[in-house]
């Protein structure tokens, strides 16, 4: 996505060899999938309703509406909140592609996050100021790791920073939910919705802008048995190089696997979802 703004990535080689650390858990098993094409003339079946998921929406539990849906904060055992430094992000990046192929939009409520699955609704309160507003995410980013999550200049604004740059919030995802009767009482159940813990993590540990940089830190990674990539970032003032480790497919191992390089001396490293 974007580096945040008045921020320097600055990475030293050179750190001692790492210790093998966490390899079981860096080891993926990869299955074909083989592609399933309607015949010539027979158009594909419709894709079936969604259907409630059969949890029930706890009763205390408050209701947003959101172009005609109605959502509430995911119980906590499948959900996710968590707390702390938003930033936001307009121009020059407004009209530009996001992660998920859309054209970003500033004045659309949206955000960058950096591995919720794209199109999770996200509540956002500031807690400086206890305005709240809700997003869906659309985007990658902040790739600073002491920032949880990177806001529209609408969302900003409604949440009273968009002038100071960055605020203290509480994000909590959101499930849609429609009613369903039992018994004659109607109750409100969320409908399917992804698992927020699952998908595919990488671990970045350095972001240069001399390619050849991020070249020798990736092979010495892969030298030391640990898949590694380079994505190229174009900001549009300056291209970056960000170098990801494989962390795994679910959000608590790769977790493991950022602290354990953090450990062998990449203090910024932070987790990311493709």
């Known amino acids: 996505m974007r580096h945040a703004r008045g921020r320097g990535y600055r990475w030293i080689c050179g750190f001692p060899i790492l210790v093998a650390v966490l390899c079981a858990t860096l080891l993926v098993a990869g299955c074909g999938r083989k592609e399933v094409r309607p015949r010539p003339g027979i158009a594909p079946p419709p894709p079936a309703p969604s259907q409630p998921s059969g949890r029930r929406v706890p009763a205390t539990q408050r209701p947003y509406t959101i172009n005609g849906h109605t959502y509430y904060p995911l119980p906590s055992a499948h959900g996710y909140s968590a707390t702390g430094i938003a930033s936001w992000y307009g121009r020059p990046f407004h009209g530009r592609k996001t992660a998920c192929g859309e054209t970003y939009d500033m004045h659309e409520m949206t955000a960058a996050h950096k591995t919720l699955p794209m199109q999770t609704r996200l509540l956002v309160r500031n807690l400086d100021n ?8 659309n985007d990658r980013g902040p790739f600073v790791k002491d920032r949880i999550v990177d806001l529209s200049l609408a969302a900003a604004s409604t949440l009273g920073f968009d002038r100071a ?10 499930g849609e939910a429609v009613p369903v009767v039992e018994q004659g009482k109607t109750y409100q159940q969320f409908l399917p919705y992804r698992d927020l813990n699952t998908g595919e993590f990488y671990v970045q540990i350095g972001s240069f802008t001399d390619r050849n940089n991020a070249l020798r830190l990736r092979d010495r990674m892969e030298n030391e048995g640990r898949k590694t990539v380079v ?3 174009d900001r549009g003032d300056q291209i970056f190089h960000r170098v990801q480790v494989w962390g795994g497919t679910t959000t608590e191992v790769a977790g493991q696997v950022a602290q354990a390089l953090e450990a062998a ?3 910024g490293a932070f987790v990311v979802a493709r």
């Open 130 to 137: 206890g305005r709240e507003t809700v997003v869906r995410v």
């Open 265 to 267: 001396g990449f203090d």
């Open 231 to 233: 994505v190229t970032y």
């Open 165 to 174: 740059g960055t605020t203290r919030v509480q994000l909590t995802a959101l």
